[in-house]
Each structure stands twice: as structure tokens, then as C-alpha cells.
Nanobody, 124 residues
């Protein structure tokens, strides 16, 4: 089972920024990657995704303009830059990956590999 390793969470004031990282083993082929988050008592929700080959990228509508997904091919690492954070962004953030193409990139059930989660807390 492939384990993704996340880092970069923490406590930040509203309006601040954080950058999350998600590293896959360098010998692991990844086709689809996504970021999801889950707040206490709520369902896991889609944040952002991209297809490793090509330029397809997508974001949750409510997060467009504040969150940006990027990658470092040499390190097999994906980043989630989060700007102008709000208290409602508080959640555990997870990265996910699949070695094959998937039909619905925003559906967390379609991903095979997961990170351990990193807590993001935004204070008002």
C-alpha cells in the first residue's frame, strides 16, 4: 500500500497563508491527485485536484482564487498553497492519489492512496 506523506499544517490567523505538501514515493507512478478536507462533524469535501500528465486542474468553486495546487515532478510532490485563510477553512486536510485515470476527480472514493492528514486551524 502506497503511503503519501503530508506536511505543512498548523495554526494561522484569518487572512494568513499556509502551504501544504504531499510527497509520494519517488518510484510510484501517479496519474490523478487530489486534496480533500474534513471538519469535525462534517463530510469529507473536495478542495482541488489535477491530472499529473497534462494541464487539467480543478478547484472547489468556493475556493477558487484563494487556493492553488502545484507540483514538483522531480520530487513527486504536490503542494497546496492556501491564501487569505478563513476560520471556515479549519479542517484536517488530506491528499489522495490514484495511479490510474479516474472518472470523477472530486469524488474522494475514487482515490486509492491517502496521506495521514494534516490539521489546519484558522483563528479569527
Amino acid at each position: 500500500q502506497v503511503q503519501l506523506v503530508e506536511s505543512g499544517g498548523g495554526l494561522v490567523q484569518a487572512g494568513g497563508s499556509l502551504r501544504l505538501s504531499c510527497a509520494a514515493p519517488v518510484d510510484t507512478f501517479i496519474y490523478a491527485m487530489g486534496w480533500f478536507r474534513q471538519a469535525p462533524g462534517k463530510e469529507r469535501e473536495f478542495v482541488a485536484c489535477f491530472r499529473w500528465t497534462g494541464s487539467y486542474t480543478d478547484y472547489a468553486e468556493s475556493l477558487k482564487g484563494r487556493f492553488t495546487i502545484s507540483r514538483d515532478n522531480a520530487k513527486n510532490t504536490v503542494y497546496l498553497q492556501m491564501n487569505n485563510l478563513k476560520p471556515e477553512d479549519t479542517a484536517v486536510y488530506y491528499c489522495a492519489a490514484n495511479p490510474n485515470d479516474i472518472r470523477y476527480y472530486s469524488d474522494y472514493r475514487q482515490y486509492d492512496y491517502w496521506g495521514q492528514g494534516t490539521q489546519v486551524t484558522v483563528s479569527s
